[in-house]
């Protein structure tokens, strides 16, 4: 668990990173460049550093009541440059290849070969005595 006042980071395999946090949070992780122009009050920027793209505005702290367009608080989105403009479209591709190889496996005869030897082997008595007291070490 974390408190209001950690930084918060929100990862999103093969798409972006999204942090949440003060400036001083966000400068301390090397995400902001030396000499940045924060924007006011709602409005956005986005800058290049590298190979990764930023998109930044001013947030609202998570339980924070009243106003908060003036307030320390920030999310900062991370993405390659390459991923500009494809939105989820790599993120997608990956998991449903992941998926189709993981359906070819389950049918494969080499997955077949496999859990054969796992039901052998947990029916060898001697095997698995020998495997308690492995584990019993």
Same mark, same amino acid.
């Given at each position: 668990?974390y ?8 990862i999103?395999?093969r !798409?972006?990173t999204?942090?949440? +946090?003060? =400036?001083?949070q966000?400068?301390? &992780? +090397?995400?902001?460049?030396d000499?940045? /122009? $924060?924007p /006011?009050r709602? *409005? =956005?920027? =986005? ?6 793209s930023?998109y930044? !505005?001013?947030?609202k *702290? ?6 908060w367009a003036s307030?320390? #608080?920030w999310?900062?989105q991370?993405?390659? /440059?390459?991923d500009?403009?494809? +939105?989820?479209k790599g993120a997608?591709?990956?998991?449903? =290849?992941? &998926?189709?190889?993981?359906a070819? $496996?389950?049918?494969s005869?080499?997955c077949d !070969?496999?859990? !054969? *030897?796992?039901? *052998?082997?947990?029916n060898?008595?001697? #095997?698995m005595?020998?495997r308690?007291q492995?584990? /019993? #070490?």
């Open positions: 668990m408190s209001q006042s950690d930084l918060s980071i929100v999103f395999p !798409h972006c999204r942090y949440y +946090g003060t =400036s001083e966000l400068c301390s &992780e +090397g995400l902001i460049p000499g940045f /122009n $924060w /006011n709602t *409005k =956005s920027v =986005s800058f290049v550093i590298g190979e990764f930023f930044m !505005h001013r947030s *702290k998570p339980c924070a009541k009243g106003p307030g320390d #608080y999310f900062v991370r993405s390659l /440059n390459t500009i403009g494809t +939105g989820l997608v591709i990956y998991a449903k =290849s992941k &998926e189709l190889m993981k070819i $496996w389950r049918f005869t080499e !070969h496999q859990s !054969h *030897k796992a039901y *052998k082997a947990k060898d008595a001697a #095997y005595a020998f308690k492995l584990l /019993n #070490y």
